[in-house]
């Protein structure tokens, strides 16, 4: 059965609202984070695993836009040719190579999807959607990637809800720039 890989850029206190701001010294809005070599060579492995990506309206309606111009690697070429799979109940407003609207209730269409043969499934962004399948336990893996601040406003990945994950480390990966990257597996 393939894995949904859920990939997120965080602060240390777990802001996920603007990745720009707690990995660039000097942040660009609107514009990807910049990384060190080791963060980019575990974004390349991650992504590497992954044949089809899950994303939320916002994220698809925003990335369609900026991801075709972009020559960001390794993402660029990777987001761009990857099956994407976008959970709305409204059609697609922008085109996008491989990018199709999930036709079922999201639990039902991404346990048929991790079902069918192929690589990882990716979440990527989409924090609505990623506490969605986070709630219906749907992912299987967590890869955090840490950025070296705190005291953003905006959302949490983990929102108090009082329930409780236990989950199974599988990587840390400090970087150069300060960043840490963590592997987890979801019970």
């Known amino acids: 059965m393939r894995k949904v890989v859920l990939y997120t850029l965080m ?18 809005p609107g514009q990807p984070p910049e990384f060190d070599a080791v963060l980019e060579d575990n974004e390349a492995r991650i992504v590497g695993t ?14 369609s836009r900026y991801w075709p111009t972009s020559d960001v690697q390794p ?8 099956k994407k799979y976008v959970v709305t109940s409204t059609p697609l407003a922008s085109e996008w190579d491989n990018a199709e609207r999930a036709d079922a209730p999201v639990d039902a269409f991404v346990r048929d999807l991790k079902l069918r043969p192929g690589g ?3 979440v990527h962004g989409s924090i609505e959607l990623a506490q969605t399948l986070l709630a219906a336990g749907l992912v299987d ?7 070296p601040a705190v005291g953003f406003p905006g959302r949490r990945l983990f929102p108090q809800s009082g329930d409780i994950r236990r989950l199974e480390l599988l990587s840390v990966l400090p970087t150069p720039s300060g960043a840490v990257a963590l592997g987890y597996r979801v019970r």
């Open 50 to 63: 992954q044949d089809a990506v899950l994303l939320g309206r916002h994220m698809y309606d925003e990335w």
């Open 75 to 82: 993402f660029a070429d990777f987001i761009n040719g990857v």
């Open 11 to 28: 602060s240390l206190d777990g802001e996920v609202d603007d990745p720009s701001r707690y990995f660039a010294e000097l942040p660009t």
């Open 141 to 147: 893996e967590l890869q955090l990637v840490l950025g």
């Open 120 to 122: 990882d499934i990716g």
